[in-house]
């Protein structure tokens, strides 16, 4: 076992117990909308005592786990209550899990994005749940008078064996919620899990396929009316002027009116992305009596100016973010990123000489890549309840980052932070999207115009032209090889709209791996808004680098996966550079399991087969595609995905969310795709937005986890990037056709 | 507005509605049964899914007008308890991610395995392709429409 300081969640730990009062009985509520069962009822505990933030234990042994972060689909809401039952060492059929709302008081760190929901949960949940284990032996061991080293529990019993003595966990319960807690307390080893790393079944699984009402969306209450937003139809247009008279006159409207989301002045954190901060508002009784106002709106609108936006940077700097005027379109785009590329970029890292390698070489090859502009279309569209009184405000969203919209709420409404309560709603998707809050101050905002309770929906097409899209990219590499094809330098430039995906990334793989290695980035100012989207930047160089990658492979005559290797090895036997943030073993590894697994080796007549490799989010990935054609379209028959994320906490979810992965991936890489015209994006719903489809996803898809008891990382990223290029690899393999411009099918045709 | 009469999961309703009104509206905002989804409104992603008579269709392009006395099943009606033969196979499966999808999802897999109880694997992807998933699952669909077929 190992000792773990309580410190990290000590402070929230005092908190509560002095809020429960020790042992004092908190009211429970029950899921959402969901009414328990009479029989459920019937097993319900009398009282609950709470034993920190995270656990309350009933008098029936029953326990709630809270399930502290926001759930889109990740399962964060079964994976990490994992973690606390693990070390509370109970029984997880009598677990219930419990959606926590925004509290920070009680709760760390409730963000989900970035793959992070496991690393950095991992010590604090199970510290929780050892602790509220550690208070139970404490206790038992005053009732029995008799030493708490000698006590031992297993699934919710503790057990004294020289006296015989044993008890459920809910009858010490109300004796161990009035203890301090400790100061230090053991965690179990890996080998020791009996939870962790055993598949438990989604927790929310019955709701789901019954219906029931999980979602923002399906919110109502008493009162509540219904809110849509028109907002500018291009990037660079504003709200002029609106004639309403007929949008008002429709059955079931209330109102129209023109909404200001962000005073001028305000100085926006990161998270305050906003595309339009100025929007039309139609109210109602109905959704379909809205929607139908709405289209009747006739709104003037004009060109924006040039702006310059405060925004709060890094140690407290304020940055200014340039939003020029203009109607920006794809055509544009596409010229300005070419002569960027043609440019000198400003340098994030140099190793030896690149120029003069380059000049020597025996063989030098340089290629160019770009990928389009790209919605996240969450299958639930944006929408946010909101009830803002003058006591306080109340508000159910689906958000994944609602500490960083506080501040927003905060200063819009006029209202302390306390005084304002988000209710963490399952999302339906989130993928990025939803870590920009904006929704939620919008209908805070028409809440309180109209002191009422309001749920504000966004349409499909609302939903897919507001913007904060992944943004739009274009790199340049170029590698060198010597009269032995050994690579002796590589050379990235990257640049985009409106942001450079390479910033945080020079230096990655082969970064270390080559002597001559530079990586230079540039940035191009827009009014189009950008957001993260699932592996931010990564989803770009990832793709890319490992296309290229094959395509230098090639050129050397070597196997792409020994290619690899080879620079891995010398990554790790000799690296060039000290920054390197890779663990050459471990990359090596994914790349060896994949190899083994994938048979890679084998040929068999007409499969086409593609691998790619890539770090990031702290996950390795190595991925194998086997493509075949079928009336000279591709068909991908099979993916195999060999993944090092540490300790797997949950393998089936894992799974799930690596397949989720690796198909979105392969659907982005042939159909993802925003463009734009004179400002205004050009598709606007998925007859145009071609998303993948049930018959072109892969056929099979095999996922496999380095074993390992390395602290866990993240799953939700990591499988996406790599797979664009395993596919552009397998492709070019079936056709002889390198894949250089994202989307792969600009036809739209479908796989099969 | 108009009086409709509707056959819902089998209990008789009477709304009062523009009769232009789409199901999937009909049954969020005046039913309460809020399972079916809101996805696209023009019928190009499934969330909407549900049964006319035997046959699946989208709501969000379905006017209440044009329902007459056929009956109506949604997510909520599928199965008195959630243990219709595919509710159970997508449970077995773990299929759901964000789960926003799986009620049309369902109600599409129901359907075709109404019409044609051992459909292979192109079957499904065909009877399913109108049915999106952004997160992805379509094997873990595939897979329980499978196991659903076998009970």
Not at chain 1, 202 to 223: C, R, S, Y
Not at chain 1, 671 to 691: A, C, H, I, L, S
């Amino acid at each position: 076992m190992t000792q773990v300081k309580t410190s990290m969640n000590r402070r929230k730990f005092l908190k509560v117990s002095a809020l429960a009062g020790g042992g004092m009985m908190l009211s429970f509520s029950w899921l959402a909308g969901c009414k328990p069962t009479p029989e459920e009822v019937s097993n319900l505990p009398k009282a609950w005592f709470e034993l920190n933030s995270y656990i309350k234990i009933g008098d029936n042994g029953l326990v709630t786990l809270m399930a502290p972060n926001p759930e889109f689909g990740s399962n964060v809401k079964t994976s990490l209550p994992m973690m606390l039952a693990e070390e509370l060492d109970i029984d997880w059929k009598n677990v219930i899990v419990e959606q926590a709302d925004f509290y920070p008081e009680r709760f760390d760190r409730q963000f989900t994005g970035g793959s992070l929901a496991m690393q950095m949960a991992w010590k604090p949940l199970r510290t929780a749940g050892a602790t509220a284990r550690h208070m139970l032996v404490q206790a038992a061991s005053k009732a029995w008078q008799v030493p708490a080293g000698e006590i031992t529990t297993k699934n919710g019993v503790l057990h004294h064996k020289a006296s015989g003595k044993e008890a459920g966990y809910g009858e010490i319960a109300s004796q161990a919620a009035g203890l301090t807690v400790p100061e230090e307390v053991p965690l179990k080893k890996v080998g020791d899990f009996k939870i962790i790393g055993n598949s438990k079944r989604n927790v929310e699984g019955a709701n789901i396929v019954t219906g029931k009402p999980l979602f923002t969306l399906d919110h109502k209450q008493e009162g509540m009316l219904i809110a849509m937003m028109a907002h500018p139809p291009a990037f660079g247009l504003k709200v002029k002027s609106v004639e309403d008279s007929a949008a008002k006159a429709m059955p079931g409207i209330r109102d129209v009116f023109v909404i200001k989301t962000l005073a001028e002045d305000y100085v926006r954190n990161g998270f305050d992305t906003t595309s339009f901060t100025e929007l039309v508002v139609v109210v109602g009784n109905t959704t379909w009596e809205v929607m139908n106002a709405k289209k009747a709106l006739k709104v003037e609108w004009e060109k924006t100016a040039d702006a310059t936006v405060a925004v709060a940077g890094w140690g407290g700097k304020q940055q200014s973010v340039i939003i020029p005027a203009g109607l920006e379109s794809t055509e544009g785009h596409l010229a300005k990123m070419a002569e960027m590329a043609r440019k000198p970029g400003k340098v994030l890292r140099k190793d030896g000489d690149p120029e003069g390698v380059f000049q020597q070489a025996a063989k030098v090859i340089e290629r160019t890549y770009t990928a389009p502009f790209l919605a996240h279309n969450c299958m639930e569209p944006v929408n946010c309840f909101a009830h803002v009184t003058a006591e306080k405000a109340e508000i159910i969203a689906p958000i994944q980052a609602p500490e960083s919209i506080m501040q927003a709420l905060s200063a819009r409404l006029g209202m302390p932070k306390e005084k304002i309560q988000i209710r963490l709603a399952r999302m339906g998707g989130g993928f990025g999207q939803r870590a920009y809050g904006h929704h939620l101050v919008e209908a805070a905002v028409i809440s309180q115009k109209l002191n009422a309770p309001v749920k504000l929906v966004y349409t499909r097409e609302d939903d897919m032209t507001y913007g904060i899209y992944r943004p739009t990219y274009t790199a340049t590499y170029k590698a060198a090889l010597d009269e032995n094809n050994n690579m002796i330098a590589y050379q990235v430039k990257a640049g985009g709209i409106p942001e450079s995906p390479l910033g945080f990334a020079q230096n990655r793989f082969p970064a270390g791996a080559v002597d001559n290695y530079l990586a230079e980035e540039w940035v191009l100012n827009s009014n189009i808004t950008i957001g993260a989207f699932r592996a931010p930047r990564s989803n770009f160089l990832g793709a890319v680098e490992q296309s290229f990658l094959d395509e230098v492979a090639e050129l050397a005559g070597k196997d792409p996966i020994d290619f690899r290797l080879d620079l891995l090895e010398r990554a790790k036997s000799k690296p060039v550079g000290e920054q390197n943030d890779y663990n050459p073993d471990r990359y090596a590894g994914v790349l060896k399991l994949v190899r083994d697994k994938a048979d890679w080796k084998r040929n068999k007549d007409g499969v086409h087969r593609g691998v790619s490799a890539y770090f990031c989010h702290n996950t390795y990935v190595a991925q194998v595609i086997d493509l075949t054609m079928k009336e000279d379209k591709p068909v991908v028959e099979k993916v195999y995905a060999a993944v090092d994320c540490g300790v797997v906490v949950n393998p089936d979810a894992a799974t799930n969310m690596a397949e989720g992965g690796i198909i979105d991936g392969i659907g982005n890489a042939l159909f993802g795709e925003m463009t734009f015209e004179e400002g205004v994006p050009q598709k606007k719903n998925f007859d145009t937005y071609r998303m993948i489809r049930h018959s072109e996803a892969p056929k099979a898809i095999e996922v496999h986890f380095v074993k390992s008891e390395v602290d866990p990382t993240g799953l939700g990223e990591p499988l996406f990037p790599p797979i664009f290029a395993a596919l552009a690899n397998a492709i070019y393999k079936a056709t002889g056709r390198r894949e250089y411009t994202q989307p792969f099918l600009q036809d739209k045709q479908p796989l099969v | 507005m108009a009086k409709i009469n509707l056959n819902v999961n089998g209990k008789k309703q009477v709304v009062d509605v523009d009769p232009n009104t789409p199901m999937l509206w009909v049954l969020r905002d005046h039913l309460n049964l809020v399972g079916t989804k809101y996805g696209c409104g023009i019928a190009q992603c499934g969330a909407c899914t549900i049964h006319l008579g035997d046959v699946a269709v989208r709501s969000c392009q379905l006017p209440v007008s044009a329902v007459g006395d056929q009956a109506i099943t949604t997510i909520e009606g599928l199965s008195e308890k959630g243990d219709h033969p595919v509710q159970q196979a997508w449970l077995e499966h773990d299929v759901a991610q964000c789960g926003y999808c799986q009620a049309g999802q369902i109600m599409s897999a129901a359907a075709l395995l109404k019409a044609n109880p051992t459909p292979s694997d192109a079957e499904i992807e065909l009877g399913m392709n109108g049915n999106i998933c952004r997160c992805a699952t379509y094997l873990r669909i595939k897979a329980a429409i499978k196991t659903a077929a076998q009970s």
